[in-house]
C-alpha cells in the first residue's frame, strides 16, 4: 500500500575523525547518561539535536501512544495489524528488558547490532561536536528517527516515556495521538487526572489530525474531547469493547489490541492511498459488498481463497514482549515476569494471576518485588496484596534495586516492607535479588506453584542477569 511520505534531507556527519565506540561502550554510555525522573528538558535537547540532522523528524508519518500504561503492547499489536496491510512499520518504545535493541524495530524485527551501533555514534559525535549535552533519552529516539529513515518506513509508531509536553518524542508530528489510560498514581485509581495533566499529555496534538483513548474515565475522555474540539483535532470516539484475545489474555491484553485496532484503521482510512489490489485484501478497508446473492463463480473462488477476518488475526496473535505479562512455563517453578511499577498496573497483573488460577489453581505464590516508590503509592499496593491474599495463598519477598540516579534502593525496599507490616502481612527483606530469588525458589517447589517477579524494569533485568543474559 502505497501513502505519502515526504523523503528526509540528512546532513552527513563526518566520523572519521572521531573516535568509534563499541556496543558495549554505547551500552555503558546510554547507562550512565539518563536524566533524573524529574527533568522537563528533554524536548528543548531534542529539538537541538534533530536540527543537526536538518530536522527530519517532521519528515516521518508518526503515530504518537502515551498514557500510563500499556502503550508498548498497543504499540506492538498496531504494529502488527499495519503490516498486516502491507506497511513498512518502524517501532520505538520503552523501556527495554534485555537489550537497548528492543526499543526499535522495522515490521516487528529488532535492530541489529551493527545497525544499534552505527546509528549510536552517529547521533552520539554529532551531538557532542554541538555541544549539545544530550540524555540517553535523546539519543536513542534521534536513533530511532535516522534509523526509519533509512529503512524507508510508511509510517512510525513512538512511544512516550512521559507525559508528552516534556517528552523527546514529540519532536514528531503525529498524524494520531492515543492515550491508553490516564492514572492518578497518588490516588485512587478510580479518580480523574487533573485537566493540567491531561493537557499535558495533549500538548502537541497538531491541527487536523486524530485522537483517540482507550480511557475508561468519562471525566478523563471529556476533558481530551473538549481539548481536541479546542485546537482543531479529530476526536475519534473512546473504546469501548475488548479485543477477542485467547485466554487469558484478553482481560489483560483486549483494551490495548483494541486501540491498537482502531490506530491502524484511522491510518489507513485516513492517511493512506487505498489501492484497490490491496483494498480486496485489507481487515480495515470495507469495500462495498455485492447486490444479490453471489455467483456460482465467486463462492468457489471465496471457497478457493477464503476472506481473512480481523478476528482470525487477533485469534492468531499474541504478545512477543519480554517482560510484559510474561509467563515461563518450562521453569520450574513456573515464573511470571511482569514490569509492572504503579498501581494500575499491579492491579493488572493482579488479575492475570486471579486468571491463571482459574484456568488452572495455583497452590501457592511468592512475590518477589523490587520496586521504586518515586512511581509506586506503596499504601495502596500494600492493600492491593492484602486484598489478593484472601483469594490465593502467597509469600512477599522484597529486595532492593541497585542505585541508580534519583532513587535509594534500601529507603525503597524498606518503604515497601513498611506498607505490608501496615496491613498485617509479614514480608522477608533480603540483601539482592539472588538471595530473594533463591529464598522464593524454597518456598515454591510444587510445579503449580508461581513465582511472581514484578515492580520494576530493574528487577526483571536483574533476573536476566542470573541467568547469563548478555546485555
Not at 534485555?98 to 516487528?108: G, K, V
Not at 488452572?360 to 492484602?386: H, M, S, W, Y
Request: net charge positive; charged share 20%.
Amino acid at each position: 500500500m502505497s501513502i505519502n511520505k515526504q523523503v528526509a534531507s540528512k546532513e552527513s556527519v563526518n566520523l572519521a575523525t572521531s573516535k568509534q565506540k563499541t556496543y558495549q561502550e554505547i551500552i555503558e554510555f546510554l547507562d550512565t547518561h539518563w536524566a533524573l525522573p524529574s527533568d522537563n528538558k528533554s524536548l528543548e535537547r531534542m529539538k537541538a539535536l534533530n536540527k543537526q540532522f536538518n530536522n527530519n523528524a517532521k519528515t516521518i508519518n508518526a503515530i504518537l501512544i502515551a498514557g500510563t500504561n500499556g502503550k508498548s503492547l498497543t504499540a506492538h499489536f498496531a504494529a502488527k495489524l499495519l503490516k498486516k496491510e502491507g506497511l513498512t512499520v518502524g517501532i520505538f518504545i520503552n523501556p527495554h528488558i534485555l537489550t537497548y535493541n528492543e526499543r526499535i524495530s522495522t515490521d516487528t524485527e529488532t535492530i541489529s547490532q551493527k545497525a544499534f551501533t552505527d546509528l549510536a555514534n552517529e547521533v552520539i559525535t554529532t551531538a557532542q561536536a554541538a555541544s549539545i549535552n544530550v540524555t540517553s533519552r535523546e539519543i536513542l529516539t534521534q536513533m530511532a528517527i535516522n534509523y526509519f529513515i533509512t529503512q524507508n518506513v510508511d509510517v512510525a509508531l513512538f512511544e512516550a516515556e512521559s507525559i508528552t509536553a516534556f517528552d523527546a518524542v514529540s519532536i514528531c508530528t503525529p498524524t494520531i495521538t492515543a492515550l491508553t489510560r490516564l492514572i492518578n498514581n497518588k490516588a485512587f485509581i478510580t479518580e480523574p487526572c487533573s485537566t493540567e495533566i491531561i493537557h499535558n499529555y495533549l500538548a502537541f496534538i497538531p491541527k487536523n489530525s486524530h485522537l483517540v483513548s482507550a480511557d475508561q474515565n468519562k471525566t478523563n475522555l471529556k476533558a481530551m474531547a473538549d481539548y481536541a474540539k479546542q485546537v482543531g483535532a479529530q476526536w475519534a470516539m473512546p473504546i469501548r469493547k475488548l479485543v477477542a484475545l485467547p485466554y487469558p489474555f484478553e482481560q489483560l491484553h483486549g483494551r490495548c489490541a483494541a486501540l491498537a485496532e482502531r490506530i491502524a484503521y484511522l491510518f489507513i482510512n485516513f492517511y493512506t492511498k487505498k489501492e484497490e489490489v490491496i483494498a480486496q485484501e485489507s481487515l480495515l478497508i470495507h469495500k462495498p459488498g455485492q447486490r444479490g446473492r453471489p455467483t456460482t463463480q465467486a463462492k468457489k473462488e471465496l471457497e478457493i481463497n477464503p476472506k481473512k477476518t480481523l478476528e482470525q488475526f487477533w485469534k492468531e496473535i499474541f504478545n512477543e514482549l519480554p517482560g510484559r505479562f510474561q509467563i515461563l512455563d518450562k521453569e520450574k517453578p513456573t515464573l511470571l515476569l511482569d514490569n509492572a511499577n504503579n498501581i494500575d498496573a499491579f492491579e493488572n497483573l493482579l488479575l492475570g494471576i486471579k486468571l491463571l488460577h482459574y484456568q488452572k489453581p495455583l497452590k501457592n505464590i511468592a512475590f518477589v518485588f523490587g520496586c521504586d516508590t518515586t512511581t509506586l503509592n506503596t499504601e495502596l499496593f500494600a492493600k492491593q496484596v492484602r486484598y489478593f491474599f484472601k483469594k490465593i495463598t502467597g509469600h512477599v519477598i522484597i529486595c532492593p534495586l541497585k542505585q541508580k540516579a534519583g532513587n535509594n534502593p534500601l529507603e525503597d525496599a524498606q518503604a515497601v516492607q513498611n506498607a505490608f507490616k501496615d496491613v498485617k502481612i509479614k514480608p522477608r527483606m533480603t540483601s539482592s535479588f539472588k538471595e530473594a530469588f533463591e529464598a522464593a525458589k524454597k518456598l515454591i517447589n510444587d510445579r503449580n506453584g508461581l513465582v511472581v517477579i514484578t515492580g520494576s524494569n530493574e528487577i526483571l533485568q536483574e533476573y536476566w542477569n542470573t541467568k547469563n543474559s548478555k546485555k
